[in-house]
């Protein structure tokens, strides 16, 4: 398969960020980058085969590796590549390719261990170290058309998984089944099978597929939804709970092309959908309306997260919006691109003004005591003329049919929770 068929980025693409991201950090006094972090190597150099990408103010970046070099070479081509050097050569390596004393080095304080920050800080007495983070994370939230190609493959190969969800429901036994076999479909279709996040702590599956009141259950992760999991080790999402008739179940899931993330969830319910929720559900889908409509380049991102609370007051769905507690969920929605928290985060008090080219998803739930979590998310690109759905699946509640494949085999719910 060709490399643009896997996502790889073409040298012209690769050739535009790095000369914007050169004419931030000039701009920002910067004089050079070592770049480190998977994601980060991935949209600046295209691979994250490499160890680290060293990008002076001006010129071509240069690729640090560990042996054998071939794949880098291979996945990079036009890049310059050479070995990842000891503490005791890391200076003159750089200021070589630099052409000149390195005063300033920009890196990725956000993410970047101590240990590995101390090591290159004792190796370049006399550099002053700054984070580059800011403005990397300001450069990837605009996405370009290439960018854009690949989330679009990602969300038609997440709209055959969901509608994959509707047919195998009936005998789905637990949360857990239902999920391995949604997110094994998503891998055939050529999802990484990894979902990135920057956070510390930031961990995910592949998503959140939840069964009535599991909706509801809190758990430590930046989300709306928890979870009770599968135990200590990783205590939010699906657990071994056991489907039954006439219940509700939240389906959140992402997907990826090219390493570009897309970010969805829908709502099915095994039998006929109770009014109860279908109302709420109808006014929630308002919501959602109202508030696209309000969402244009030059808005502050935090002021998305306002207007949703004033709508959902407004349309009688104060009472578990975002959650059943205060504090409530702190963000509506959050940028997806290479990781699945980028900027920008529509959250309580950010100030950063949206922009024409960002990609975020919008996530609205509400919060039903005794049945569980009635919610959408779609992932959009931000237009001039306001919010285009990348994201293609229909937002209708899918009423199942519900087969208990246990009770066929003989078999019992015990069985089921085991």
């Known amino acids: 398969m060709h490399a643009m068929d896997l996502g790889f980025p073409p040298e012209p ?39 680290a990408a060293f990008v002076p103010r001006s010129g071509d970046a240069l ?10 070479r291979e996945e990079a081509p036009s890049a310059a590549v050479d070995l990842w050097p000891s503490p005791k050569e890391l ?26 920050f101390r090591r290159i800080e004792t190796a370049l007495p006399g550099t002053r170290i700054e984070d580059v983070s800011p ?10 058309d290439f960018e854009l190609g690949l989330l679009r ?43 990135r996040g920057r956070g510390f702590n930031m961990e995910l599956a592949l998503g959140h597929v939840l069964a009535g009141e599991n909706g509801l259950a809190p758990a ?28 509700l179940i939240s ?30 559900y109808a006014r929630l889908l308002d919501v959602i309306e109202a508030l696209k409509a309000r969402i244009r380049p030059g808005l502050a991102a935090g002021r998305v997260y306002d207007l949703a609370f004033e709508l959902a007051h407004r349309h009688g769905l104060d009472d578990g919006f975002m959650g059943l507690e205060d504090p409530r969920c702190p963000f509506i929605g959050h940028g997806v691109g290479l990781e699945l928290d980028e900027w920008p985060v529509l959250a309580r008090g950010m100030e950063e003004p949206l922009a024409a080219g960002m990609v975020f998803a919008l996530e609205p739930r509400v919060f039903l005591p005794g049945v569980g979590v009635v919610g959408l998310e779609d992932t959009y690109l931000l237009t001039e003329d306001g919010p285009e759905k990348l994201t293609r699946t229909p937002v209708d509640i899918v009423s199942a049919s519900f087969n ?3 009770a066929t085999q003989g078999g019992g719910s015990q069985g089921a929770s085991g």
Not at 63 to 72: E, Q
Not at 153 to 182: H, K, M, N, S
Not at 258 to 279: E, H, N
């Open 13 to 51: 693409e690769l050739t535009d960020r790095l000369r914007r991201l050169q004419a931030l950090m000039d701009k920002a006094g910067l004089q050079a980058a070592l770049i480190l972090q998977n994601a980060d190597l991935i949209w600046i150099a295209g691979t994250y085969q490499a160890e």
């Open 63 to 72: 690729l640090l590796a560990k042996p054998p070099l071939d794949r880098i």
């Open 91 to 116: 200076r003159n390596r750089l200021e070589a390719w630099a052409d000149g004393p390195i005063l300033s080095l920009g890196l990725e304080l956000d993410v970047l261990p101590v240990n590995l």
């Open 135 to 144: 403005l990397i994370r300001r450069l990837r939230s605009i996405k370009s």
């Open 153 to 195: 493959r990602a969300a038609e190969a997440l709209d055959e998984v969901f509608r994959t969800a509707a047919r195998i429901l009936p005998d789905c036994r637990t949360e857990l089944d239902l999920e391995g076999r949604l997110t094994g479909v998503a891998r055939a279709l050529g999802h990484q099978g990894l979902i």
């Open 220 to 247: 430590k992760v930046a989300s709306p939804t928890g979870g009770r999991g599968v135990g200590p080790g990783f205590g939010q999402g699906a657990s071994h709970r056991p489907l039954g008739p006439d219940e």
């Open 251 to 280: 389906v959140d899931l992402c997907t990826t092309f090219g390493g570009y993330t897309v970010d969805q969830a829908r709502l099915f319910f095994t039998g006929p959908v109770p009014s109860k929720v279908q109302d709420v």
């Open 404 to 406: 208990d494949p246990l």
